[in-house]
């Protein structure tokens, strides 16, 4: 059995205060930061014995492994990307590792034949305008996307390298032979067989492109431009500055905008003369828009559950409702690009792995288009709503198994930030923790999307810890409500959650037992000089600006530890990730290690060669697993 009496490594502790805009901020375990340095990897040696020695002895791993073995294994198919009669799509069977990208039945691109370690993913793809040609782009861990032109017929590879290419959208031109990509966040033209690509637009942007006929519409933030490619000059119309969902060229040739809920119409030669076609509908923000032969398709999220509207596209005239396979989420909203009376969508909740979908416009009905498989799992959801700590309403969805209430052994998940809306989708991870007597509750913060532009905005910046009290309360009110207990609470969190459950644990201690904090950003002072961090100070705010220091300062975690009892904590890493520098958790779990007066281990667990996003199956089924167990035994849950 895992052991509580723990000897750290020796991590060198510095005295110093560095003096910013009049705030002493102390920062000792700076030299962390460094992997090359000698000292940081003997201690990272001695972090991963210790990890290895606690994992070995946690009860639930191999059962847990097991099961989330089994619910991962589904097979699953991607939306289809029509191309005439082509049809392009992801498929991923049981047993394999990743999907492969199919046009028919035909394989074109199997990561796992490029590289069988499992370590390259495929990252995006596009097939040219007459589907004879497709770009994909693939990556190892770090997410620096290689760009490759592939002859669809034969499988030759025909063009590329092009290198710096991180998901970067590709807009093929009509021709087949152009197109436009994003490399180094500059916009580039390219032309098969030649070397020197032609750059567009001065500075660097995240651009996001999307092609219709003789149209390209730009995306950069906020900023919108539609561009008439077939013109001899490159001549960007500034069409929409402002938030905007999406901005495209339809098969009928207008111009759509989705903006503040709405969405209007406009001629692309005269892209200031907007009219309104669908009106807003107040707390269920766009999410998808598909353009077919006289019917516009509207998807919003309405309490983080989807709804599907068809609209007529020349009047607006509401049509009817689509009607889903549950309440749950749908995701790539596609039809063909000339239009037609057809439309795909993938629909995924908590119990179905995501499955595609084929509406008809003529029938209105909507049929399995694929199917996925998956072992059972008999769970039920439910949606709360509980107060934040300034009253606002806060929903979260509650898997349990059976209707016994509690308490027991419960998961809080939870991210709140960058707009990003926490759904239901079928996760093996949760399901897993549910099946062996627990209880998995995801909160609806604020940051997030689910209910528009300004629920996103009242948790960034200097109202981040807004996000942080809707997590808070929600801990409180399982708690309360008989759910669960302190010492049955564990909190997790990857990424911008990772932040969450760091600020979590560092002003409310004692609400937990147990806290698996993944990839995780938590010094806050100095998060924009590593990994992509000087690309989120929109989403969190600056150091170098005084009141966004002091902003930050207030729930920074690697700032906020002092000597208190702290939960059992899990922090894990990835060496190759591009986005968040393990530095963070190196850094964080040094202070904890330090100042901790409870019982339960601090502990970190590294993966050298892994990146920000899953990469094979196997390796993230070993992470879950790992991760559950560690949970388990410190909440009390027994599989």
Not at 162 to 169: A, G
């Amino acid at each position: 059995m895992p052991g509580t009496d723990l000897r750290y490594p020796d991590a060198e502790r510095s005295a110093g205060v560095e003096l910013l805009h009049g705030h002493q901020v102390a920062d000792p375990y700076r030299w962390l930061e460094d992997s090359t340095d000698q000292r940081t990897q003997s201690w990272q040696t001695a972090q991963d014995e210790l990890w290895l020695v606690h994992a070995a002895g946690l009860p639930g791993r191999y059962r847990f492994r097991a099961r989330v073995a089994a619910l991962s294994d589904v097979e699953t198919i991607g939306t289809p990307t029509w191309r005439g009669d082509r049809q392009f799509f992801l498929r991923r069977s049981t047993g394999q590792e990743h999907p492969v990208l199919c046009v028919s039945e035909q394989v074109l691109v199997d990561p796992m034949q490029l590289d069988p370690s499992g370590l390259t993913t495929l990252d995006r793809w596009q097939p040219s305008p007459d589907g004879q040609l497709v770009a994909f782009q693939v990556s190892q861990g770090a997410e620096d996307s290689v760009l490759w032109v592939m002859d669809v017929r034969t499988g030759e590879i025909v063009d590329g390298p092009i290198d710096r290419c991180r998901y970067s959208p590709v807009a093929w031109r009509a021709d087949s032979r152009t197109f436009y990509f994003v490399r180094a966040r500059r916009l580039f033209l390219h032309r098969l067989g030649e070397t020197e690509d032609e750059q567009l637009l001065a500075g660097e942007a995240s651009y996001g492109l999307e092609i219709s006929g003789d149209w390209l519409t730009i995306a950069d933030g906020n900023d919108h431009w539609v561009v008439e490619v077939s013109g001899p000059d490159f001549v960007p119309v500034l069409a929409h500055r402002g938030r905007a969902a999406a901005l495209a060229v339809g098969p009928d040739g207008r111009l759509y905008l989705a903006t503040a809920g709405r969405i209007c119409v406009a001629d692309p030669r005269k892209p200031e003369y907007w009219q309104e076609l669908v009106g807003e509908d107040p707390g269920a923000p766009l999410s998808q828009l598909a353009v077919l032969d006289g019917v516009l398709l509207v998807g919003r999220t309405r309490q983080a559950i989807s709804e599907l509207t068809a609209y007529d596209s020349r009047t607006g005239e509401r049509l009817h409702e689509v009607l889903l396979p549950g309440p749950g989420t749908i995701a790539d909203l596609t039809a063909r690009p000339e239009g037609g009376h057809e439309a795909w969508f993938s629909y995924t909740d908590s119990v179905t792995p995501p499955t595609v979908h084929r509406y008809d416009a003529r029938t209105r009905q909507v049929a399995p288009w694929s199917a996925a498989t998956a072992a059972s799992a008999e769970v039920e959801t439910r949606q709360l709503t509980y107060p934040s700590r300034d009253g606002t309403p806060i929903r979260m969805a509650v898997l349990a198994r059976g209707s016994k209430r509690g308490p027991r052994p419960t998961i809080l998940y939870g991210y709140g930030g960058f707009g990003l809306s926490l759904t239901p989708t079928y996760s093996s991870f949760a399901l897993a923790w549910v099946e062996a007597g627990g209880v998995f509750v995801t909160a609806n913060l604020r940051g997030g999307g689910e209910q528009g532009g300004e629920w996103h905005q009242a948790g960034t910046r200097a109202s981040k810890q807004n996000a942080i009290d809707d997590y808070l309360a929600a801990a409180e009110t399982l708690i309360a409500d008989g759910w669960t207990t302190p010492g049955q609470l564990a909190m997790c969190g990857e990424s911008n959650g990772g932040l969450l459950v760091g600020a979590a644990l560092t002003q409310r201690p004692e609400l937990f037992a147990a806290a698996v904090c993944s990839a995780p950003l938590l010094d806050m002072v100095r998060y924009q000089h590593s990994g992509l961090g000087a690309s989120w100070v929109g989403e969190y705010g600056s150091a170098d600006d005084p009141e966004q220091l002091a902003a930050l300062l207030a729930y920074s975690p690697y700032h906020r530890v002092t000597e208190v009892a702290y939960p059992a904590v899990l922090f894990t890493v990835f060496g190759a990730d591009s986005r968040v520098d393990p530095l963070h958790a190196r850094k964080m779990c040094a202070a904890l290690q330090h100042s901790t007066t409870g019982s339960g281990p601090i502990l970190l667990r590294y993966e050298s060669d892994a990146g920000h996003l899953p990469a094979a199956v196997s390796r993230g089924v070993g992470l879950a697993a790992d991760m559950l167990a560690f949970l388990a035994f410190h909440t009390g849950l027994t599989p």
